[in-house]
């Protein structure tokens, strides 16, 4: 039977084009009621939902088939995580998707209020010229106070380091190791931040115990002339305290993105000209929102087929730390564990798996599940975690060995895996992340794999590539992209073909009988 998922928000299109391609049923009920949602729920297997729709005890007891919830995004304020833990109902999210947007438009804020480009814009359009009016502040040589140290944070220390800021923060959750690496002075309390800051921004989550977590108190503490940003969650700053403070310029300027109660058409800061108000636009960028609906995509799709589900909130999680260090790599580890299934036929007897050099450290283990769990046999071999990959692989017969490397050649970082004689390598390009194989079956390649690729192995010689062509070409497959690799110690040659079209079995038999090959593979994924 076709599984059933429900979407409430307008996702970008690419994420429900990878749910229908998947041969799933996706439906969408964008901002409905609550009496909507409960009415129609109940034959979807996973609810991909927006920021606003509520999820709670009541719709999920209505929710008779669900088995994960989505967030495109990276807050889950509004799903009862507690409920959907206790129904069994997986909740995951996209906690990488909006980072860089997130720390850029921090960035935008803390350039906009210390610029006052806002009011002179402003001013501007008003037909006037007051330059004396909107003299600013640099950066450049600034203490720079960073309140959470997690993955827009981090993002925000380097960015900031790069305009010559002095980073100090408070993180009780960060490690000396990680403030060392981003550049920052770690304080346990707040106080001496307070007092240290010319610049102050927010990246926390909301808390019982973030909640209000700065007040009048803590506004009374900080320098004279201060800024404040708050682009991560409404409620951090109490905006009554806030606003006296503004009043009386003891806070230079303020730029907040994000609203306890949204969408927020007033507050007590619309009246001050140096407040920079923007509507949560922290994650509104286009790659951003296609990062989220992707992402989503991928991990809804995992736990309904009972997979590795990287960015569950509940059900034993990936820590934020550990994420940060090797979350970009597990669909990339997913996808070398298909391609050694394919390529093998069947559940190997060993399996290692090598984080090379910026992954020489991490924990391999989230990784080793992500291979297992992208195929390293035809069939199912349970819900890979963490926690249970090693075990699941043993009772299947599979030996399990990890190693590290601290050189990963021309690259930052790679894994590396053997599944019995198949070896696979690949790294990560770009901001997309995006992975690409830089070794097969031991020969040198750098190719990003599309959908489907034929991986030919073959003694070289002068004409192959015209002979493949031209097969494919009257079958109206197109080569989109391809790599060659050789052993010339051997006389070998790997080509790796990414195509487009239909290549059936008898294409690949007028191939295997035109070329002199020693192996033809075709790779779905």
Same mark, same amino acid.
């Given at each position: 039977?076709?599984?059933?998922?429900?979407?409430?928000?307008?996702?970008?299109?690419?994420?429900?084009?990878?749910l229908?391609?998947?041969?799933?049923?996706?439906?969408?009920?964008?901002?409905?009621?609550?009496?909507?949602?409960?009415?129609?729920?109940a034959?979807?297997?996973?609810?991909?939902v927006?920021?606003?729709?509520?999820?709670?005890?009541?719709?999920?007891?209505?929710?008779?088939?669900?088995?994960?919830?989505?967030?495109a995004?990276?807050?889950?304020?509004?799903? #009862?995580?507690? %409920? $959907?833990?206790?129904? =069994? *109902?997986?909740?995951? !999210? +996209?906690?990488?998707?909006?980072?860089?947007?997130?720390?850029?438009?921090?960035?935008?804020?803390?350039?906009?209020?210390?610029r006052?480009?806002?009011?002179?814009?402003?001013?501007?359009?008003?037909?006037?010229?007051?330059?004396p009016?909107?003299?600013?502040?640099?950066?450049?040589?600034k203490?720079?106070?960073?309140?959470?140290l997690?993955?827009?944070?981090?993002?925000?220390a380097?960015?900031?380091?790069?305009?010559?800021?002095?980073?100090?923060?408070h993180?009780?959750?960060?490690?000396?190791e990680?403030?060392?690496?981003?550049?920052?002075?770690?304080?346990?309390?707040?106080?001496?931040?307070?007092?240290?800051?010319?610049?102050?921004?927010?990246?926390?989550?909301?808390?019982?115990?973030?909640?209000?977590?700065?007040g009048? #108190?803590?506004? %009374? $503490?900080?320098?004279? =002339? *201060?800024?404040?940003? !708050? +682009?991560?969650?409404?409620?951090?700053?109490?905006m009554?305290?806030?606003?006296?403070?503004?009043?009386?310029?003891?806070?230079?300027?303020?730029?907040?993105?994000?609203?306890?109660?949204?969408?927020?058409?007033?507050?007590?800061?619309?009246?001050?000209?140096?407040?920079?108000?923007?509507?949560?636009?922290?994650?509104?960028t286009?790659?951003?929102?296609?990062?989220?609906?992707?992402?989503?995509?991928?991990?809804?799709?995992?736990?309904?087929?009972?997979?590795?589900?990287?960015?569950?909130?509940?059900?034993?999680?990936?820590?934020?730390?550990?994420?940060?260090?090797?979350?970009?790599?597990?669909?990339?580890?997913?996808?070398?564990?298909?391609?050694?299934?394919?390529?093998?036929?069947?559940?190997?007897?060993?399996?290692?798996?090598?984080?090379?050099?910026?992954?020489?450290?991490?924990?391999?283990?989230?990784?080793?599940?992500?291979?297992?769990?992208?195929?390293?046999?035809?069939?199912?071999?349970?819900a890979?975690?963490?926690?249970?990959?090693?075990?699941?692989?043993?009772?299947?017969g599979?030996?399990?060995?990890?190693?590290?490397?601290?050189?990963?050649?021309?690259?930052?970082?790679?894994?590396?895996?053997?599944?019995?004689?198949?070896?696979?390598?690949?790294?990560l390009?770009?901001?997309?992340?995006?992975p690409?194989?830089?070794?097969?079956?031991?020969?040198?390649?750098?190719?990003?794999?599309?959908?489907?690729s034929?991986?030919?192995?073959?003694?070289?010689?002068?004409?192959?590539?015209?002979?493949i062509?031209?097969?494919?070409?009257?079958?109206?497959?197109?080569?989109?992209?391809?790599?060659?690799?050789?052993?010339?110690?051997?006389?070998?040659?790997?080509?790796?073909?990414?195509?487009?079209?239909?290549?059936?079995?008898?294409?690949?038999?007028?191939?295997?009988?035109?070329?002199?090959?020693?192996?033809?593979w075709?790779?779905?994924l």
């Open positions: 039977m076709t599984k059933k998922i429900l979407v409430t928000e307008d996702l970008v299109q690419e994420g429900i084009d990878s229908t391609e998947h041969g799933y049923e996706v439906d969408k009920l964008i901002d409905p009621t609550p009496e909507e949602l409960a009415s129609a729920i034959p979807y297997d996973a609810l991909i927006h920021p606003n729709t509520v999820v709670d005890a009541a719709l999920l007891d209505a929710a008779e088939n669900l088995k994960i919830i989505g967030r995004g990276v807050t889950v304020d509004n799903i #009862d995580i507690e %409920a $959907a833990s206790e129904r =069994g *109902v997986i909740v995951c !999210n +996209a906690p990488n998707s909006n980072v860089i947007s997130a720390a850029e438009h921090t960035m935008a804020l803390l350039l906009a209020a210390a006052h480009i806002p009011e002179a814009s402003a001013s501007m359009h008003a037909g006037h010229w007051r330059r009016d909107f003299m600013g502040s640099e950066l450049f040589g203490t720079l106070a960073i309140f959470g997690g993955r827009v944070g981090g993002l925000v380097e960015r900031a380091a790069a305009f010559g800021m002095n980073l100090i923060g993180d009780p959750y960060c490690s000396p990680r403030a060392l690496h981003l550049g920052v002075t770690l304080y346990d309390d707040m106080a001496p931040v307070l007092a240290q800051a010319d610049f102050i921004t927010v990246h926390l989550p909301r808390t019982v115990s973030t909640l209000g977590m700065f009048a #108190d803590e506004f %009374a $503490a900080m320098k004279d =002339g *201060v800024v404040l940003v !708050n +682009a991560a969650r409404g409620g951090i700053f109490n009554d305290a806030l606003a006296d403070f503004v009043a009386a310029g003891k806070i230079a300027a303020v730029a907040v993105d994000s609203f306890e109660a949204e969408p927020c058409t007033d507050s007590p800061l619309h009246e001050f000209e140096n407040a920079i108000l923007t509507p949560h636009l922290s994650p509104m286009h790659e951003a929102q296609r990062r989220a609906s992707t992402q989503i995509a991928e991990y809804v799709e995992a736990g309904l087929e009972g997979g590795m589900v990287a960015t569950a909130v509940n059900l034993s999680p990936l820590p934020p730390e550990v994420f940060d260090a090797i979350g970009p790599y597990v669909h990339a580890c997913k996808m070398m564990g298909s391609m050694a299934s394919q390529i093998l036929g069947h559940t190997p007897k060993s399996l290692k798996v090598e984080l090379a050099g910026g992954l020489a450290d991490a924990d391999p283990a989230p990784l080793l599940a992500a291979v297992l769990d992208g195929g390293l046999s035809y069939r199912r071999l349970g890979f975690s963490a926690a249970n990959a090693e075990s699941v692989a043993s009772q299947h599979i030996s399990v060995t990890t190693a590290s490397a601290r050189d990963a050649g021309e690259y930052a970082s790679s894994v590396r895996i053997v599944a019995d004689e198949v070896e696979v390598a690949a790294t390009f770009g901001t997309e992340h995006t690409r194989i830089i070794s097969l079956m031991g020969y040198k390649i750098d190719i990003a794999p599309a959908a489907t034929l991986v030919f192995e073959y003694v070289d010689a002068p004409g192959r590539i015209g002979v062509g031209t097969i494919l070409g009257d079958a109206a497959a197109n080569i989109t992209t391809m790599q060659i690799g050789t052993k010339p110690e051997e006389s070998c040659a790997l080509v790796y073909m990414n195509v487009e079209g239909d290549v059936s079995e008898a294409v690949l038999d007028r191939l295997r009988g035109a070329i002199d090959l020693r192996n033809l075709k790779i779905t």
